[in-house]
């Protein structure tokens, strides 16, 4: 079974440009989350999908990141602009359903000068 | 509110030496408690879950886990540690089997000396 798919696996860029990550999760998996996972720390909850709906983001800073999930398969999620505190490792996971175990990708790390 | 508390920000052990990382979590109602791993550069693997079944549980690679209530404990232990367990390790609680959000502590990171 192929896991959770996640491009690019490595990102820099300046602060105030954008950045666009992206997600596949396995096939046949309703609900979608992206996590932030700043360096030393546990990952945090930034948004959570159920098919294309969106579940809880009440931890998505709203003014610069936005995440979408058409069709209710793949998922970007973008900053825009980008600041130096959003450097960070970005997990895709992906489960059958809200109350079931989560199967997470390699994450993205992205760095911001 | 609930939360995880990761005990040992670092563990070092020897080869073939046992492995102990605590972790002990606030919790209102009866929690799901999970062990994640994490290696350089790779996800997030599951190594084992409680969900209020038996409060010892096995996961994979030899670990196993222990939820003790009346300690709010679910420590993670390994009889013999093997130069492959050198990683992140993640204590996490889903604060009642019907929540949706999990809770990560801060993680542990395990080194094995040979």
């Known amino acids: 079974e192929a896991g959770v798919a996640q491009s690019p696996r490595y990102k820099i860029i300046e602060k105030r440009q954008s950045v666009a990550f992206w997600c596949n999760p396995i096939?046949?998996?309703?609900?979608l989350y992206w996590y932030q996972q700043i360096l030393g720390q546990g990952p945090k909850l930034l948004i959570q999908?159920?098919?294309?709906?969106?579940?809880?983001d009440s931890q998505l800073p709203k003014d610069r990141f936005s995440a979408e999930r058409l069709k209710g398969v793949d998922s970007t999620l973008k900053i825009q602009p980008a600041k130096l505190e959003d450097s960070a490792v970005y997990l895709c996971?992906?489960?059958?359903?809200?109350?079931?175990?989560?199967?997470f990708g390699p994450g993205t790390r992205l760095t911001v000068l | 509110a609930q939360s995880v508390t990761q005990l040992d920000s670092h563990v070092s052990v020897s080869e073939g030496t046992p492995v102990l990382l605590r972790c002990n979590y606030s919790?209102?109602?009866?929690?799901?408690l999970f062990w994640y791993v994490q290696h350089p550069n790779k996800g997030l693997q599951l190594l084992l879950k409680?969900?209020?079944?038996?409060?010892l549980v096995k996961g994979i690679n030899g670990f196993e886990a222990e939820f003790k209530k009346s300690e709010t404990s679910f420590h993670l232990t390994k009889p013999s540690a093997h130069m492959s367990d050198a990683a992140e390790y993640f204590c996490?609680?889903?604060?009642?089997?019907?929540?949706?959000?999990?809770?990560f502590g801060q993680g542990t990171r395990l080194t094995i000396n040979p």
């Open positions: 996490v609680v889903k604060p009642f089997q019907g929540a949706q959000k999990l809770v």
């Open positions: 409680y969900t209020s079944a038996a409060t």
């Open positions: 919790s209102s109602y009866s929690p799901s």
């Open positions: 096939s046949g998996h309703a609900t």
């Open positions: 996971a992906s489960g059958l359903g809200v109350t079931d175990t989560q199967y």
């Open positions: 999908f159920q098919n294309n709906g969106v579940v809880d």
